[in-house]
């Protein structure tokens, strides 16, 4: 069993930035046996990736709507994975969740459909 549970949205201006965080309790597994990711979904919108990051490798991935201005990371001590959001938008208001799917293959979480989610921080974004 994994608990994902995320902290750290709010509301910010336009240009302002946040860091959101994701504590992994597994079990069975560290936060490095899993492939994990942020999404997010607005009102009235479909549910998107934002970032993925790859335990077997370390390689990370940014939609491009974020690239530049998002930076996903982990912190294998403290089984924690993160998303710096800077340079924010009102287009990045949303839910965002962090999910995570056990074993060294992205599949699932580049699918958009990870087996383990978080119950979501909200981000707001004024103009």
């Known amino acids: 069993q994994v608990q994902l549970v995320e902290s750290g949205g709010g509301s910010v201006q336009a240009g302002g930035s946040l860091r959101l965080s994701c504590a992994v309790s597994s079990s069975q597994n560290s936060a490095s046996n899993y492939c994990m990711g942020w999404f997010r979904q607005a009102p009235g919108k479909q549910r998107e990736g934002v970032a993925r990051?790859?335990?077997?490798?370390?390689?990370?991935w940014h939609a491009n709507s974020v690239k530049g201005r998002f930076t996903i990371s982990q912190d294998k001590a403290k089984n924690t994975l993160y998303l710096q959001m800077n340079s924010l938008k009102p287009e990045d208001t949303a839910m965002y969740y962090c999910a995570a799917a056990a074993g060294v293959s992205c599949e699932t979480v580049n699918r958009g459909r990870p087996p383990y989610w978080g119950q979501g921080t909200q981000v707001t974004v004024s103009s």
């Open positions: 990051f790859a335990p077997y490798d370390g390689s990370i």
